[in-house]
């Protein structure tokens, strides 16, 4: 059950953490959120809760007959994907490092693309991203007209911030395969436009917040910014699909037995059209993961710390939701002032990795921590496998 409400002037928020342990603005950010007119019932709030642009990170929001694109947030798509392997953890070698360079060295970082689209090598892929992105291409906003060729390129690769690819091991010495991205720069363009677009409708001009500003159903607005966000989400997940691949065939080279036992996709940045307390509605997880009854999902943790496969309980007060990880206790800013590389090296030790000041920001030190968040959500999910990076890319 929820830890805490708060009061809006349309409804109320039930928190999966403690109002006291959520910082100010982002509490004022829930506020905001539950005094729109359209949205519904309550808003649902996770245990990784903290700031974002415009709706607040961690935030599970249903309306009627309205979006509003800062509740998926810029990164639209955004998800994990893993695998479970044959390997156990003695089929490792002692280093890692060859490794990680090579995962390196195959999957691009950063703003960094593929000099050449990979995504046509596997059948499965080919045929998802030639009838899913391709032949839609043309409906797209305009802005996406000069950026076929990256976002082309730019399947199968990480991307900066908290993106991330892992190896883990799981309390059985099992090996996984592990990542984090979303729908990339032509993700970003369609956000931003879209969002760029609602501000300007005469219906949001007295909201509490601009940046919640929505599309109405029925509205040329809405229909474009669904085509779009749809398309945006497939993006994201044949991006992560891609980098699996990719992933798997550097791991097959180092380690020939390598074959896969299980695969977990799952978005927390977007939007799904739902029936929740007998009603059609739109629901934004931004910073959330679907967990219907038996659905599994997947809950990181920060650089270093563990990570959990989970299967939902379907909780209705959640809207079948539950958190996507650990979440920021500091900005990127405030981490980098306050840690050092020192700090960086102590709390990813065991981990092989980069440990310079570039991924700082990233620091566990800058994250809640990952077991408290899985307590104050037992009610949403089961654990079913708890996993310990052992090497991790950062972009």
Not at 12 to 29: F, N, P, T
Not at 156 to 172: K, P, Q, R
Request: aromatic share 6%; net charge negative; with cysteine.
């Amino acid at each position: 059950m929820s830890l805490g409400t708060i009061k809006g002037s349309t409804v109320e928020v039930k928190l999966w953490a403690k109002v006291d342990e959520v910082e100010s603005q982002a509490l004022d950010q829930l506020r905001n959120i539950a005094s729109l007119p359209w949205v519904f019932h309550h808003v649902a709030v996770m245990a990784d809760v903290h700031l974002g642009k415009g709706a607040t990170v961690g935030s599970v929001i249903a309306m009627k007959s309205a979006v509003s694109p800062s509740a998926v947030g810029v990164d639209i798509g955004c998800g994990m994907a893993a695998l479970r392997t044959n390997l156990t953890g003695k089929h490792l070698p002692d280093s890692l490092k060859a490794l990680r360079a090579d995962v390196e060295a195959t999957i691009p970082v950063g703003f960094v693309s593929h000099e050449r689209p990979v995504w046509q090598r596997w059948e499965e892929t080919k045929r998802e991203a030639e009838n899913l992105l391709w032949k839609n291409w043309e409906a797209l906003d305009p802005v996406s007209v000069s950026l076929r060729e990256r976002a082309n390129n730019q399947i199968g690769t990480l991307g900066g911030g908290n993106h991330f690819i892992e190896l883990c091991l799981d309390t059985e010495d099992r090996v996984w395969l592990m990542l984090h991205s979303g729908s990339r720069n032509i993700g970003k363009e369609l956000a931003e436009v879209h969002v760029g677009k609602a501000k300007k409708l005469a219906h949001n001009a007295l909201l509490p917040d601009r940046d919640l500003a929505v599309f109405l159903s029925g509205t040329p607005e809405m229909d474009a910014y669904r085509h779009d966000l749809y398309w945006a989400q497939n993006y994201a997940r044949i991006n992560r699909m891609v980098m699996l691949r990719l992933y798997g065939e550097v791991l097959r080279k180092h380690l020939p037995e390598f074959k896969v036992e299980d695969e977990i996709h799952c978005h927390h940045n977007y939007v799904s059209e739902e029936i929740h307390f007998g009603e059609e509605v739109f629901v934004t997880r931004k910073g959330a993961i679907r967990a219907g009854i038996g659905e599994r999902g997947i809950i990181p943790g920060s650089m270093g710390t563990r990570s959990y496969i989970v299967s939902g309980k379907g909780n209705p007060e959640s809207y079948s939701s539950a958190s996507h990880g650990a979440g920021r206790t500091m900005s990127r800013g405030q981490a980098r002032k306050k840690f050092t590389e020192a700090d960086l090296i102590a709390q990813t030790e065991g981990v092989e990795c980069r440990k310079d000041t570039g991924v700082l920001d990233e620091i566990p030190g800058a994250y809640k921590t990952i077991e408290k968040v899985m307590e104050n959500q037992s009610d949403l999910v089961t654990i079913d496998a708890e996993l310990k990076a052992v090497m991790c890319v950062k972009g």
